[in-house]
Structure formats: structure tokens, C-alpha cells
């Protein structure tokens, strides 16, 4: 008898003549399942929480220029390096809006994502948006189509998300419902909910183990509501 054989053997006699018990697996309803409240406020709200419980950053702009200043101060407390941006319309209309982000864009910033890792590793921020934002989870629903790659969300140290109000949606549900694409457009998606982070040794919290150290997610067009990520704007810009 194998050594094989003998293990298994003593594993059955060991469980005697009880058969496996299993439990039944929940509905995707019950995993999927909305928030009660689903108006703005309370989207962006719930997406704030979950976000920052993730130690990612969250905040509100009520204009795109607003959303420009915003990122500059952001970015100001980082070390002076270059930035990798992606193409996409919300980002143009930021810089149509705010010269002086317009500015240190055409001086600081490529807009074409390297081939090589090793290239992309040495910006120190990466602006982007978001498919999707998913409030239950705080949760952003990426393309990589959209941003010349996975290695783009996983690769710089700083990475800011830049979304309109109208893209979250309260579940991950809603995302399968809202997320289509044509053959010619579809891509890699990934979910992300915060920054990268691990506590494989002794429980200890780390982050940026694989990815963005630091994650913050600007909603734009969030005028008058107040949560907690508008206040944290408000004295941001105060400083």
C-alpha cells in the first residue's frame, strides 16, 4: 500500500460513516442586494464610507474645475516627478476648465502609457477614471482598454480616479446590469477597492504590497450634497 492509500484510508476511517455536511450556497440576490436608500446622496455617501474603511481617500468636487484644483493639491504632496494620465473625455474637460492643470499636464504629464513596466514604474502618480464606481463595496470597475493596460492601475505608487456622479451605482449588480460592450470595444475589467494592501505577515496591515499605496477617488458634479468626502475637500483647499 502506497503511502497515498495510506493517508487516504486513515482519513476515512477517521470520519467513520458521518457523510460531509454542506452548506447551501446564498442566492446572488442576497450577495448583490442594494442598499435600501439609492438617491444620490446616499450613493456617494455609502461609496465614501466603504472607500475610506478600505484606507482609500474619497472626495467631492461640484465642478470640473473644482475637480482641477483638487487634483494639483493632491498631487503637489508628492514628490516632484512626472505623471502618467489617461485619455478620456472627463480629463480634457478638467483641463478645458483649469489652466493651471491644463499647464501641468502639457509640462509634467504623458498621456500615452509605456510598453515596458520598467518605464511605467518610474512616474510617481497616475491619473485615470473609472467604468463604474460601486457604492455597497466602494469599488471601481476598471477597463484596461481605457488605460493602455492592467499594469497602469498596478504600477504607480499614487493613482487618482477622477468619475462623474451619475457613474456610481449601489451595487455590483447594477454594474452587471449597466456594463456592456460591443466585441470590438470589450477588455480586461477589474474591481478595485482601495489601495493595495496585505497583512500576510502577522496580521499587520501594509499597504501598497502589489499596487497603488495610495488610491483617492474624486466625484465630480456632487453639488450640494453634503457627506464626509466634501468636508475633507473643503479643508483640503484651506490649507
Known amino acids: 500500500m502506497s503511502s497515498r492509500e495510506t493517508i487516504i484510508n486513515s482519513l476515512r476511517q477517521a470520519a467513520g460513516s458521518k457523510e460531509a455536511q454542506y452548506v447551501a450556497a446564498p442566492a446572488d440576490a442576497a450577495i448583490y442586494s442594494d442598499y435600501p436608500k439609492t438617491g444620490d446622496a446616499d450613493l456617494i455617501d455609502n461609496f ?3 472607500l475610506t474603511e478600505l484606507k482609500g481617500e474619497c472626495f467631492c468636487a461640484d465642478s470640473v ?3 482641477g484644483e483638487l487634483i494639483l493639491r493632491l498631487i503637489n504632496n508628492e514628490d516632484t516627478g512626472r505623471y502618467i494620465v ?7 474637460d478638467i483641463a478645458t476648465s483649469h489652466r493651471a492643470f491644463a499647464d501641468c499636464l502639457s509640462t509634467r ?4 502609457t509605456p510598453s515596458d513596466s520598467k518605464s511605467l514604474a518610474t512616474y510617481t502618480v497616475g491619473i485615470s477614471t473609472a467604468e463604474l464606481l460601486v457604492a455597497r463595496t466602494g469599488s471601481i470597475i476598471s477597463r484596461s482598454l481605457y488605460n493602455g493596460g492592467r499594469r497602469f492601475f498596478a504600477i504607480v505608487p499614487f493613482h487618482i480616479v477622477v468619475a462623474y456622479r451619475s457613474q456610481i451605482v449601489p451595487s455590483l449588480d447594477d454594474v452587471f446590469v449597466r456594463f456592456s460592450a460591443t466585441e470590438e470595444a470589450w477588455s480586461h475589467a477589474t ?3 482601495g489601495p493595495s494592501r496585505t497583512s500576510d505577515i502577522e496580521k499587520n496591515l501594509v499597504l501598497g504590497a502589489h499596487g497603488p499605496k495610495r488610491l483617492a477617488v474624486i466625484i465630480v458634479d456632487a ?4 457627506t464626509a468626502s466634501s468636508r475633507i475637500f473643503d479643508d483640503l483647499l484651506s490649507r
Do not use: L, V
Not at 489617461?86 to 480634457?92: G, K, L
Not at 504629464?109 to 500615452?112: E, L, V
Open 86 to 92: 489617461q485619455q478620456a473625455s472627463i480629463i480634457d
Open 191 to 193: 474591481i478595485i477597492s
Open 223 to 226: 453639488k450640494g450634497i453634503e
Open 65 to 67: 474645475s473644482a475637480a
Open 48 to 50: 465614501s464610507t466603504r
Open 109 to 112: 504629464a504623458d498621456r500615452t
